[in-house]
């Protein structure tokens, strides 16, 4: 079983839609939950990050964090298509070592 | 602030062939990380360098990856021989330290090809 499993998707959706996408982690001993956008032959830039559990919001983008469920979502309100990339999630326990999902690859159609 | 930067941005060899990667990091950071990242994959850590000591290479296949940070700056990684499973993007990033929650700023990547 991988640490981090993760959708690879392709999920497509229309402009203005909600989008929400998951990942799920066995290490009960991840603290730090980041999300990642990685858009085509770009490297990853850092979207949002949680410490433990509980919900964050940056503009039209919310994290969650249930760790009762080892679950962890983004959502993304009013998408557009300059949101489509691959959204990677990642987790680390507060030591060095940081674990990416395999990212979903995200479709916004005009 | 100038971001990560990487050379070559894409590479063809044969198996067998060796490469090499370089990587200057954003200036004043730390801690440098070399990630491997097979289409369709996450980036996987290969190495992890705080200023120019390893911190972690648990994932480096020794035989015949190498990578070295002398003066805790710019970085190379090498592969000798390279193996079609190599075929992946190497991704270099930096951090301000190590540990905990730290933004990793990654750089645009070297895309290899092994024929």
């Known amino acids: 079983q991988k640490e981090v499993e993760q959708d690879p998707g392709p999920l497509s959706v229309p402009e203005g839609a909600i989008v929400s996408l998951n990942c799920t982690y066995s290490?009960?001993?991840?603290?730090?939950f980041m999300w990642y956008r990685q858009y085509s032959r770009k490297g990853p830039e850092l979207l949002m990050y949680?410490?433990?559990?509980g919900n964050k919001e940056d503009g039209r983008f919310t994290a969650q964090v249930d760790k009762s469920s080892k679950y962890i979502s983004l959502f993304i309100r009013d998408s557009q298509p300059s949101d489509s990339a691959t959204y990677l999630c990642?987790?680390?326990?507060?030591?060095?070592?940081?674990?990416f999902g395999a990212g979903t690859r995200l479709f916004v159609k005009a | 602030e100038a971001g990560v930067a990487q050379s070559p941005r894409y590479k063809i060899i044969e198996k067998r062939q060796s490469v090499a990667f370089w990587c200057n990091p954003i200036?004043?950071?730390?801690?440098l990380y070399w990630y491997q990242q097979i289409l369709g994959q996450g980036p996987k850590l290969l190495i992890q360098?705080?200023?120019?000591?390893?911190?972690?290479d648990s994932q480096l296949p020794k035989d015949r990856f190498s990578a070295e940070r002398l003066k805790g700056v710019d970085s190379t990684l090498k592969i000798q021989p390279a193996k079609l499973e190599d075929s992946a993007v190497y991704l270099c990033?930096?951090?301000?330290?190590?540990?905990?929650?730290?933004?990793?700023?990654f750089g645009p990547g070297t895309r290899l090809l092994v024929l």
């Open positions: 990033a930096s951090s301000l330290e190590t540990g905990g929650f730290q933004t990793q700023y």
């Open positions: 290490n009960s001993a991840f603290q730090y």
């Open positions: 949680t410490y433990s559990s």
């Open positions: 990642a987790m680390n326990t507060g030591g060095f070592k940081t674990i």
């Open positions: 200036s004043g950071h730390a801690t």
């Open positions: 360098f705080q200023n120019n000591g390893v911190v972690d």
